[in-house]
């Protein structure tokens, strides 16, 4: 039976798995030793996810600011993105866990693209969870594709200027048809987005949680969403609470 404290379930949970490197410093560990124990706190998360009944759960696997790390690091955190997709999407598809990559892929090059088009391909048909990996993502880059394809489509005179409203741009994102994060979530302490879904995010409900992303499993995922079910979503009106009382 469902946990009373769970009654109010995200339909979309985003989270930026922050403080590998700094999980594996602490115990004097290289830091790949500390991407290679986030990636179980994935497939933990994922589990929890989808026995909570969350809908969307969004992972920022790499952002495009990423690529300015050291070459080594680069390399380690691609590694385990292939070892993920080669080990996992198996199981992730018979879970009936649907895969979505949204980020800039024209410049992606190797074996990365063609990895993360099988992996959706493999799972389009599926209808549980959908898995949206954000990987060569930064929201503005996002933002300003998006602008570019509505200028086109002015310029094709597929809309008018005077259409041009917060929906068009929204259909133009990379996100055009996943709905936008009720909770967002990020580990390790830090207090910011980090050009993380930044259109999307407008009306989420944020979590900043101290422990560092290779130490988050179920336990402190169903703790975050006992948080979000304690939260009064406004949406920039009236709390409900007040709204209950003015009545």
């Known amino acids: 039976m469902l946990n009373p404290e769970l009654a109010i379930i995200p339909r979309h949970v985003a989270i930026i798995m922050d403080g590998n490197g700094r999980w594996a410093n602490k115990r004097g560990l290289p830091r790949t030793i500390g991407h290679s124990k986030g990636v179980e706190a994935v497939r933990e998360t994922v589990k929890a996810a989808a026995e909570a009944g969350v809908e969307y759960l969004t992972l920022f696997a790499f952002s495009s600011e990423n690529w300015t790390r050291p070459e080594t690091e680069v390399n380690d955190l691609l590694g385990l993105l292939r070892k993920f997709i080669r080990r996992d999407l198996a199981e992730l598809?018979?879970?009936?866990?649907?895969?979505?990559?949204?980020?800039?892929?024209?410049?992606?090059?190797?074996?990365?693209?063609?990895?993360?088009?099988?992996?959706?391909?493999?799972?389009?048909?599926?209808?549980?969870?959908?898995?949206?990996?954000?990987?060569n993502y930064g929201s503005r880059d996002e933002i300003v594709r998006a602008v570019a394809k509505l200028a086109r489509d002015v310029q094709a005179g597929v809309i008018s200027p005077d259409a041009i409203s917060a929906e068009a741009i929204s259909r133009r994102l990379d996100t055009a048809d996943i709905p936008d994060p009720d909770l967002i979530i990020r580990t390790s302490g830090e207090e910011r987005l980090s050009n993380f879904l930044l259109w999307q995010a407008a009306y989420s409900e944020l979590l900043f949680m101290p422990e560092y992303w290779?130490?988050?499993?179920?336990?402190?995922?169903?703790?975050?969403?006992?948080?979000?079910a304690s939260r009064d979503r406004r949406f920039g009106g009236l709390s409900t609470k007040t709204a209950a009382v003015a009545s």
């Open 93 to 135: 598809h018979r879970e009936n866990v649907r895969i979505r990559v949204i980020g800039e892929r024209e410049k992606l090059r190797g074996d990365i693209l063609p990895l993360l088009l099988e992996a959706e391909e493999t799972t389009r048909h599926n209808t549980a969870l959908t898995l949206v990996i954000a990987f």
């Open 214 to 228: 290779p130490d988050f499993d179920r336990k402190l995922f169903f703790d975050a969403l006992k948080t979000y």
